[in-house]
C-alpha cells in the first residue's frame, strides 16, 4: 500500500520536526518547507495528499500560499489544514477561509490525525 503523503509548512522548526515525527510513526510520508514560497513550489513537485499550512510565516503567509495552491490546477485540489494559534490575527482568519479545516496551536496530536484522516479518505 502507498504511504498518504502530507507536507508540513511551518517556520516553526521544532514544531515542524515533532509533528513530522508523529505523523510518521502514524505511516505518513511527511516533507516540510518552512515558509510559505517553499511550500508553494514543494507542493508542485510532491504532490501531497495534504497540507498542513502554518498562518504567520517569514518570505510568504499561509494566506498568500494558500491562495496560490488554489489558483495552481496542479495544486487546487490537495486539502490544506490551516495551523494557527488561538488568538488569530486578520491574516489568520483570510487563511481559515481558504483551508479546509483548522487546527488551534497548541494542538492534540489525536485531533490532528482525525482531522487527517477525515481529509484524505
Known amino acids: 500500500m502507498t504511504k498518504r503523503k502530507v507536507l508540513i509548512v511551518d517556520d516553526e522548526l521544532d514544531l515542524s520536526e515533532v509533528t513530522s515525527f508523529r505523523l510518521e510513526v502514524q505511516g505518513y510520508e511527511v516533507r516540510q518547507a518552512y515558509n510559505g514560497h517553499e511550500g ?44 494557527t494559534a488561538a488568538n488569530e490575527t486578520m491574516i489568520g482568519r483570510k487563511t ?26
Do not use: H
Not at 477561509?97 to 484524505?120: C, G, H, T, W
Open 96 to 121: 481559515i477561509q481558504r483551508a479546509d479545516d483548522v487546527v488551534l496551536k497548541p494542538f492534540n496530536i489525536e485531533d490532528l490525525l482525525s482531522k487527517i484522516s477525515v481529509l484524505i479518505q
Open 40 to 83: 508553494v513550489e514543494m507542493a508542485k513537485t510532491y504532490q501531497p495528499d495534504l497540507i498542513l499550512m502554518d498562518v504567520l510565516m517569514p518570505v510568504m503567509d499561509g494566506y498568500e500560499a494558500s491562495k496560490m495552491l488554489k489558483r495552481d490546477e496542479a495544486t487546487r485540489n490537495i486539502p490544506v489544514i490551516a495551523f
